[in-house]
């Protein structure tokens, strides 16, 4: 499976059955990790075994059951639009390798997440990883027309693209985005919402997916 593949495979998924990510596995995602880390200067870590932060052993907590295992996405202030790009990039990335998620903003115990932070970094959101009871179910999306603003003839690259930002997991499914197109010229706004510029990241990473990245360029809003 690709990562293109993973974005029509891939469900949020809120409860899990109790079986560990095989070493080979976490291996995988951890050097990915370091990678963004590296590249970026983002603070993203792996937890495993961690049944604090979710409740684990409640039968649940909020929505959540059984999550033992997460992505913790932290970085410095204004780094939203990143942390929804790379962490998307870790949940598909997820899926290829046979494994749920769930993005996680607010349902989780801060105070239990076990990591050290730099001075002046947060946690923005954690991700919910392990293996699921189900694979999840297919959210509800707008009509794509209805995600994007376009002047001149479209182009199949970005119609392809389109399908892909309108699978984008958003906050409360609300895809408060859109994605202009002006004479070959693309670019993507955030809208009012919670968590929209997070959503935006994880949009974007969906559009270069699918549209290509050798197909255009961000022009900035």
């Not at 997440?113 to 509800?140: C, F, M, R, S, W």
Request: charged share 25%; aromatic share 10%.
């Amino acid at each position: 499976m690709t990562l293109y593949d993973a974005i029509f495979e891939r469900h949020s998924v809120r409860k899990y059955e109790n079986k560990p990510v095989e070493p080979e596995k976490a291996a995988v995602l951890q050097a990915k990790i370091d990678e963004i880390n590296e590249k970026t200067g983002l603070s993203f870590s792996l937890c495993l075994d961690e049944p604090e932060a979710f409740m684990a052993n409640k039968p649940s907590y909020g929505s959540f059951a059984g999550c033992r295992n997460y992505f913790v996405l932290a970085a410095g202030k204004g780094r939203d639009e990143d942390i929804g790009y790379y962490g998307e990039e870790l949940v598909l990335l997820s899926q290829t390798l046979g494994l749920n998620t769930c993005w996680v903003a607010l349902t989780f115990e801060k105070n239990k997440v076990p990591v050290t932070l730099k001075d002046g970094e947060k946690i923005y959101d954690v991700v919910a990883l392990g293996y699921g009871q189900n694979q999840g179910v297919p959210h509800k999306s707008k009509p794509t027309e209805k995600l994007y603003r376009a002047k001149g003839e479209l182009p199949d690259w970005f119609m392809k693209g389109m399908e892909a930002a309108a699978l984008a997991p958003t906050a409360i499914n609300q895809q408060r985005f859109i994605i202009s197109y002006d004479k070959g010229k693309v670019s993507a706004k955030a809208l009012l919402g919670p968590c929209s510029k997070t959503d935006l990241g994880i949009v974007k990473y969906h559009f270069e997916l699918g549209a290509g990245k050798d197909n255009f360029v961000w022009e900035e809003k």
